[in-house]
Structure formats: structure tokens, C-alpha cells
């Protein structure tokens, strides 16, 4: 009996040392907190980004649908575009945002009225006006017509915050969706 137990006390026993283990050192706990500590800040981090990314993401989407919105109210009204009645305009230089009584009468809009529709009712999709939120916010539409190659660009801005690249350098144009087109 006597030798079973010196042989469980030199399995304890630290190699080299006459101590017995009993366990972890305060240091060791510390260092164990700390690397656990360091892992937990890095998963914060990466969630945040992932958010950030995720938000980027949706806004982008968003200034998409309106600028494909323009895009199919200027196709529905094809001679009026193919003219450039729906170029040079910014929903940033508009004053009024009133849609023209025509958009309610039974006899509708002539193709020269409905352009006047158009821009207003988009100028209020992009800035959001009239409703309770901006599909994009801060948002600032823009409509530019090249007559020599007939080609449309539809741009739409929004504010967020910029992200920043590897090693510090900032993503441009991160926050404009642009599309361009011929009819």
C-alpha cells in the first residue's frame, strides 16, 4: 500500500521539482484571460465590419432601383427622352417638389408634362420626401443627357460613412451608383 501511494505523489510531483502540481498559477490565468480577451475584441471587430459591409451593401441596392426606376420612366415616355427633355437635371437644384395637377386628372399628362412627373415624383423617391424614410440617405439624384452619342447616365449619391482599404487608403466612389444607357 505504502508504494501505491509514492507512486500517485511522483505523478503529482512537478519533473525536477520536489513540489506537488496543485493546479494553475495566478500568471497562468492572466494570460489565458488576456489571449481570450484579445480573440473576443478581434470577433467584435470583424462583426462590425461585416455590419458596415451589410449596410454598404443595401444603400447600394437601393440607389439602384431608383436609378433603374428613372430609367424605365424615360423609356415609357420614349419620344420625350429621345428629344433630352429628361437631361440636365439634379433633384439637389429642385425647388418645388409639386407634382403638376395633370398627374391626377382622368386625362392625364401630355409627354411634355409627364416629364415634370417624372423627375418630381424621383427627385421624391431619392430624398424622400413625403414619406417617413429615404430609400438612400442624403440622397441626391442626377440626370445627364449626351446628344452627340444620345447616351443617358443616371447617377445617384448617398451619405456613408467612407471605408478604408488596405493600409489605410479610402475607397472612392463608394457611395454613387451610376448607370448609363441609349433608348
Known sequence: M?????????RKSLPGSG???KGFTLIEILVTMFILAVGL??????????MRNNQGAYLRTQATILAYDMADRMRANRAEALNG???DFSTADLTSLSVPSCASASTGCTAADQVSVDQIEWAREVQGTGSDLAMVP??????????TTG????????DEASRGGDSGESIAGDNSYTVRFAL
Open 2 to 10: 505504502q508504494g501505491l501511494v509514492k507512486s500517485v505523489q511522483r
Open 19 to 21: 513540489h506537488l502540481a
Open 85 to 87: 427633355s429628361y437631361g
Open 138 to 147: 442624403g440622397g441626391v439624384g442626377a440626370i445627364t443627357y449626351d446628344a
Open 41 to 50: 475584441l478581434g470577433l467584435a471587430g470583424l462583426l462590425f465590419e461585416g
Open 151 to 158: 447616351i443617358y447616365t443616371i447617377t445617384v449619391q448617398w
